[in-house]
């Protein structure tokens, strides 16, 4: 199936619930342009080392959310998430959002042979 603009822009973001020894959140996969934050960020540790402890903090503001989809964090609580959240819950949010976001080198080489995305413009009729 070919998807028209209105069908791809309405795909929804996947979610999963992430259980917890304290209880149960919700995590989502990143959007392009969070991935695209997250990214810059990673870019630009070599150049300045304290942004790496803002790395994982960020991807848990922007990924835990309730439900309905809707973030429980803005952007802006980053640092506070990182001086209140113990690591082994970061490390398991950010696992998560990584299994929902990241495309493995697994997954790459089990679409081989099925219909994978692919950059090249193809052409009909």
Known sequence: MILNRDALLGLKLKRKKLTLPEGDIYVQELTGEQRGEIEILSFNINDDKKLYK????????????????????????????????????????????GELSLTSEDEIKKSQGKSKPTLAATTTG
């Open 54 to 97: 803002k790395i994982r903090p960020l991807v848990a503001v922007m990924a835990v959310v309730d439900e309905d989809g809707n973030r429980l964090f803005k952007d802006e609580d980053a640092d506070m998430v990182n001086k209140t959240l113990s690591a082994k819950i970061l490390d398991a949010i950010n696992e998560a959002v």
